[in-house]
């Protein structure tokens, strides 16, 4: 029982969070975002953490469900949330169509092919007067039924976000606790070792990809839903996958509440930048941020939870 | 042929020899220790800003700026090499590539923030405008930084295969205990690796400042073109990376010219999944 008291108060927590700070729109908002960047970052930390294939271009996955969200309001007139299964479905594909040439690709060269991909969508995208061009696309400024998801407050948002993460955390451990994630361990720790003993390798790093890819896209479908706007920057930008490997990194990649824990401390560091400095803020944020990787891949290259970690292992034995 | 396009072809090719200089620093570190460094795009862009200042405080030209700018980003590879990445080169993938990628962020926003995020640009005046020869048109400074662009990458070359120090940074990156061993001190040799880089890709900023704006972004795309040159080179071959950086240089001019301006990025970023598709290990590295 023991081993779900942290999570089940952390659960407890979550829940009564907004209740806490409901006078407080800022803190209302904050905590829906630190839940979408958790969500970003545990899908990232499927294929990047737990299978150790450090994509840098799940901005890709991100934009497409964020674009999906807001075609087909803008071609259809459907409600924007309709749009996060189909942008689901085809990140799936999308996730097949660049994973199974790059997927061979060892280490440095599958990160690089990633960059490569995520930038020749973002240039993609930016021309493609489907998708609004530079201009990008916005929903629906006037919501017009409930399914608009045109809320007042961030209160609502927090608890789908809060729901998502939940569903993706669960799902996230029980792929840790069976088989595919102990051949995805062992794919991180050598995949010439892992095939020599008879693991697929190359199939389980592409289904950790597809589930990762699907649920990023989910994550930008639900920004879009709150922010109601997306270009290419934000949707397909190289900082938005930055930030989801910075997340899990801090936190502690292939650990379940790694990205939470980083999505914890980042997301607020961010607001608060932003906040503090105005416009100059967003460069200096990126700096902040620059700095805070280096010093955590110089000092603490498994993250914030191998310090709980360690502790962890020495209790064991 | 007509002539435009020999004119597109030649203004290709003098472009390649500016992406072979400043892959050549990115292709030496990768090839000598196994290291990607991400941060490589924000070392040309502060090549770059360094042209910019030395114009804008002494009104110095691209004579002034190259040695500049080769001894600023020289520094600041060794200093990226003591303080960081020899440190991590030890750890995980992960943080090897966190690294860098922190120190690019890092870099490219102090840049955003100090400089702002106007572009800059330096007057065709600084180089002697442009000239007709043989019917083509040529601009001084993209000749100048053609030609230097080549000579300096050879002159890498040359210092990698054919002396004493080559040598022993050869050594080093084939084991460096060994090397150890018969009196070689790898670190010093990897730093080395690191000066050396940060001063061709100084160089290489220096000379592109005069014909490209200078943002703080610029790194990002100009790091991508050094991957796709480094990887179709072949990692750590810098002849690799001269044949490759003309061969995209012609590329890139060829498609802006039959396709569009907009495309040529997207023909370039092809290219590199294609390549890593087919020939990871590029067109002159070893398997």
Known sequence: ?317 | MSLTLVQVIVSGLLLGAVYALFSSGLTLIWGMMNVVNFAHGDFVMLGMYSAVMVWTALGGGPFAAVPVAAMLIATLGIASYFLLVRHIMKGPMLAQILGTFGLALFLRYAAFWYFGANFKTLPDTLVGGSFVFMGLRFEGSRVLAGAMGLAITLLLHFILTRTAVGSRMLAVSEDATAAQLMGIRPQRMQALAWGMAGAATGIAGALIANFFYTSPTVGETLAILAFVTVSFGGFGSVLGALVAGLIIGVVESLSAYLVGPVYKDVIVYVLFVLVLWFRPQGLMGKA
């Open chain 1, 1 to 317: 029982m023991n081993r779900f008291l942290i999570p089940g108060a952390m659960l407890v927590l979550a829940l009564v969070y907004p209740l806490l700070v409901q006078s407080l729109p800022v803190y209302e908002r904050l905590g829906a975002l630190v839940l979408l960047g958790a969500i970003g970052a545990s899908a990232w930390n499927i294929v990047g953490g737990y299978a150790g294939q450090v994509s840098v271009g799940h901005a890709v996955f991100f934009g497409f469900g964020a674009y999906s969200a807001v075609v087909v309001y803008t071609h259809l007139g459907w409600p924007p949330i309709a749009g996060a299964p189909i942008g689901m479905a085809l990140s799936v594909l999308l996730a097949a169509a660049i994973g199974v040439p790059t997927l061979r690709l060892s280490g440095h060269y599958f990160s690089m092919a990633t960059i490569a991909v995520g930038e020749l969508v973002r240039v993609l995208s930016s021309t493609s007067e489907f998708l609004g061009g530079a201009q990008g696309l916005g929903g629906p400024a006037i919501p017009r039924t409930v399914f608009d998801l045109s809320f007042l407050s961030a209160t609502p948002f927090y608890y789908i976000f809060l729901a998502v993460l939940v569903l993706l955390l669960w799902l996230t451990w029980a792929i840790e606790r069976g088989r595919m994630g102990y051949y995805l361990r062992a794919i991180k720790d050598s995949e010439r070792a892992a095939r020599s003993l008879g693991v697929s390798a190359g199939k389980y790093k592409l289904y950790a990809y597809m589930l990762s890819g699907a649920f990023t896209s989910l994550a930008g479908s639900l920004y879009l839903c709150m922010f109601g706007f997306v270009d290419p920057e934000s949707g397909f930008g190289i900082l938005i996958s930055v930030k989801m490997v910075v997340m899990a990194a801090l936190g502690g990649a292939g650990q379940l509440f790694g990205p939470l824990v980083g999505a914890l401390i980042l997301v607020p560091l961010e607001e608060l930048s932003n906040s503090l400095l105005g416009g100059k803020g967003a460069g200096l944020t990126f700096v902040v941020y620059g700095a805070i990787i280096v010093i955590i891949a110089r000092f603490l290259p498994s993250g914030l939870l191998s310090l709980l970690g360690r502790r962890k292992v020495t209790r064991a034995d």
